[in-house]
Every structure is written in structure tokens, then in C-alpha cells.
Antibody, heavy 119, light 108 residues
Framework: EVQLVESGGGLSQPGGSLRLSCAASGFTVSSNYLSWVRQAPGKGLEWVSIIYTGGSTYYADSVKGRVTISRDNSKNTLFLQMNSLRAEDTAVYYC?????????????WGEGTTVTVSS | DIQMTQSPSSLSASVGDRVTITCRASQSISTYLNWYQQKPGKAPKLLIYAASSLQGGVPSRFSGSGSGSDFTLTITSLQLEDFATYYCQQGYSTPTCTFGQGTKLEVK
């Protein structure tokens, strides 16, 4: 079964760090484009970051310089390292498999992990 | 950046109704438009990709149309399980993508 399972969310103080993980099964992370998408409480979906099969990485302006997307092919796992956390980073974070070609849809989603940034 | 605007933001309907949700892009995005359904506390689910292609396993009462900058999602004969929030997403401006603000479909 094709599946994504996130972990690593929790409570952090402003300025703190968290590392989110997304374990894939049923497909290989190295052969797929993978994205992180977040949803603040009561708000809509916001794209955060994507990693291409070749390793290129891209970020939304709202997180650029504070967040790093990476993957461990041996563990078939995607990561999101989040530093200098702000209150506005509070959200449910979803990892998703991206189609990797136009129209760049996301067809497999994890159940999400919750990040809360508060003092 | 490409902005995506959905209308209406919320919609009340009854089981058996036909509903249409509109998504407008701030510039032409060809047919690189995808639709998702999200239920409370759950992850989004892909319904339609490339404006009009139905994702596998999605009921045929869902359909999409449009090209350029104007798109629609239509649900014919609403079922109870269809009451949810719907998002459009443009896949044109790769690597970034943007979502519409969502349309909440509620029971009348």
C-alpha cells in the first residue's frame, strides 16, 4: 500500500527548532518529487517546500532560510528541518507525493503532524 | 506569484443537489489545475487533475472543466459524504504551487 506517515511535530518555543519526518511505504522517495504543505488552524493549505528526484530543493518565501527539506533514501524517509520557529509556523504539516510533471498534482498525502510554536 | 481565487467561500446545499465551485487564476495556467477535497481533521484528497481528469477511485459525480484562468468543479447529485472543503491548486508555476482559499460545502 502506498502510504506516507509523518512524525516529529510538537510544541516549540519561538526561535526553537523541530525536525519533521515522513516515512514512505509502497514507493521510493528517491524516485518521486515530494512536498510539504501546511495548514494553520482554521486556514487553508499553504505549500512549503519540494524536493525533486535529482535533489533540487525549493521553498516558499515564508520559510526560506529557516527550513530545509531533505531525504534519506536508505530509510525511504523525507524530512523537514525547521529552525527559528515563529508563531505563524503553527500548523498541521503534511507531506505529499508530487506527480513530478505537469500539472504537478499531489496524489498521496500523509495524515499530518501538528507543530505548535508558543511560549 | 499566481493567485488563485475560489468562489463562493462557502455554500449550503442539500443531498441530491448539483453544485458548482469556481476557481480563477490571476494569469493563464493552461489546464494545470487540480482539485482536492478535505474533511475535518483529515488530509486533502486529490479529486481531479489537469482540470478535468478524474483521479482513480473518485465517483463520477465529480467533474472539472476549464482552461486558461477560469475553472469549475461540479458535483452532481450531492451525497452526504461530499460535504467538505474543496481547494483548487495551480501546478503551472513550478516549483512553487498555490492553492485557492477553499470552499466549504455545508448541509442546508
Amino acid at each position: 500500500e502506498v502510504q506516507l506517515v509523518e512524525s516529529g511535530g510538537g510544541l516549540s518555543q519561538p526561535g526553537g527548532s523541530l525536525r519533521l519526518s515522513c516515512a514512505a511505504s509502497g514507493f521510493t522517495v528517491s524516485s518521486n518529487y515530494l512536498s510539504w504543505v501546511r495548514q494553520a488552524p482554521g486556514k487553508g493549505l499553504e505549500w512549503v517546500s519540494i524536493i525533486y528526484t535529482g535533489g533540487s530543493t525549493y521553498y516558499a518565501d515564508s520559510v526560506k532560510g529557516r527550513v530545509t527539506i531533505s531525504r534519506d533514501n536508505s530509510k525511504n524517509t523525507l524530512f523537514l528541518q525547521m529552525n527559528s520557529l515563529r508563531a505563524e509556523d503553527t500548523a498541521v504539516y503534511y507531506c505529499a507525493r508530487n506527480s513530478g510533471s505537469y500539472p504537478y498534482y499531489m496524489d498521496v498525502w500523509g495524515e499530518g503532524t501538528t507543530v505548535t510554536v508558543s511560549s | 506569484d499566481i493567485q488563485m481565487t475560489q468562489s463562493p467561500s462557502s455554500l449550503s446545499a442539500s443531498v441530491g443537489d448539483r453544485v458548482t465551485i469556481t476557481c480563477r487564476a490571476s494569469q493563464s495556467i493552461s489546464t494545470y489545475l487540480n482539485w482536492y477535497q478535505q474533511k475535518p481533521g483529515k488530509a486533502p484528497k486529490l479529486l481531479i487533475y489537469a482540470a478535468s481528469s478524474l483521479q482513480g477511485g473518485v465517483p463520477s459525480r465529480f467533474s472539472g472543466s476549464g482552461s486558461g484562468s477560469d475553472f469549475t468543479l461540479t458535483i452532481t447529485s450531492l451525497q452526504l459524504e461530499d460535504f467538505a472543503t474543496y481547494y483548487c491548486q495551480q501546478g503551472y508555476s513550478t516549483p512553487t504551487c498555490t492553492f485557492g482559499q477553499g470552499t466549504k460545502l455545508e448541509v442546508k
